[in-house]
T-cell receptor, first 113, second 116 residues
Framework: QQQVKQSPQSLIVQKGGISIINCAYE??????FPWYQQFPGKGPALLIA?????SEKKEGRFTISFNKSAKQFSLHIMDSQPGDSATYFC????????????FGKGTMLLVSP | ETGVTQTPRHLVMGMTNKKSLKCEQH?????MYWYKQSAKKPLELMFV???????ENNSVPSRFSPECPNSSHLFLHLHTLQPEDSALYLC???????????????FGSGTQLSVL
């Protein structure tokens, strides 16, 4: 059973465009929703995260939108740049004293020049 | 760099070999993790060590054996692996404070394992 469903699997966006990646979760006990960014040959790195007490969080060009009732959250990358080309993973977890993140399958983003 | 170092970066082994993956974190964290990353699959949590005690073992086959001798080092001992075990194995660390989850994981660059 896949607890976090991510779409699309891959995405091509023109430079300057908006990249949107969506995730849906099933476990209502989840209370932490991060996005990780992974470049080839590197491990994932935390990009931005949100907790369900807010509906949106923005950090620079990256925004998470969160819809608790729909159990969905999404990553928006504004003014996408070629350097944003990477694989993006959404994840979710519940408070347990140590990390128990459940990851989505990932979205490979390519930003064309 | 993330402060989490994994060696080797690449490993090719036969099904009868025994090898070990090493992870070292320089961040002063008290929790360490092994993840398996396969193509087109979600990252799979394999093992969690919190304060040097194993707290999670997600139904991982016994041919994978973790070891955490101290809070800075984590090993994954491999023996009689199968070709389907070929994947990128990622180590991560985090700082846990009591029951409050500090979720930020710091990943190493991984060991790309090929089992022939």
């Amino acid at each position: 059973q896949q607890q976090v469903k991510q779409s699309p699997q891959s995405l091509i966006v023109q430079k300057g465009g908006i990249s949107i990646i969506n995730c849906a979760y099933e476990n209502t006990a989840f209370d932490y929703f991060p996005w990780y960014q992974q470049f080839p040959g590197k491990g994932p790195a935390l990009l931005i995260a949100i907790r369900p007490d807010v509906s949106e969080k923005k950090e620079g060009r990256f925004t998470i939108s969160f819809n608790k009732s729909a159990k969905q959250f999404s990553l928006h990358i504004m003014d996408s740049q070629p350097g944003d080309s990477a694989t993006y993973f959404c994840a979710a977890s519940k408070n347990s004293g140590y990390s128990t993140l459940t990851f989505g399958k990932g979205t490979m983003l390519l930003v064309s020049p | 760099e993330t402060g989490v170092t994994q060696t080797p970066r690449h490993l090719v082994m036969g099904m009868t070999n025994k090898k070990s993956l090493k992870c070292e974190q320089h961040l002063g964290h008290n929790a360490m993790y092994w993840y398996k990353q396969s193509a087109k699959k979600p990252l799979e949590l394999m093992f969690v060590y919190s304060l040097e005690e194993r707290v999670e073992n997600n139904s991982v086959p016994s041919r994978f054996s973790p070891e955490c001798p101290n809070s800075s080092h984590l090993f994954l001992h491999l023996h009689t692996l199968q070709p389907e075990d070929s994947a990128l194995y990622l180590c991560a660390s985090s700082q846990e404070v009591g029951r409050t989850t500090n979720e930020k994981l710091f990943f190493g660059s991984g060991t790309q394992l090929s089992v022939l």
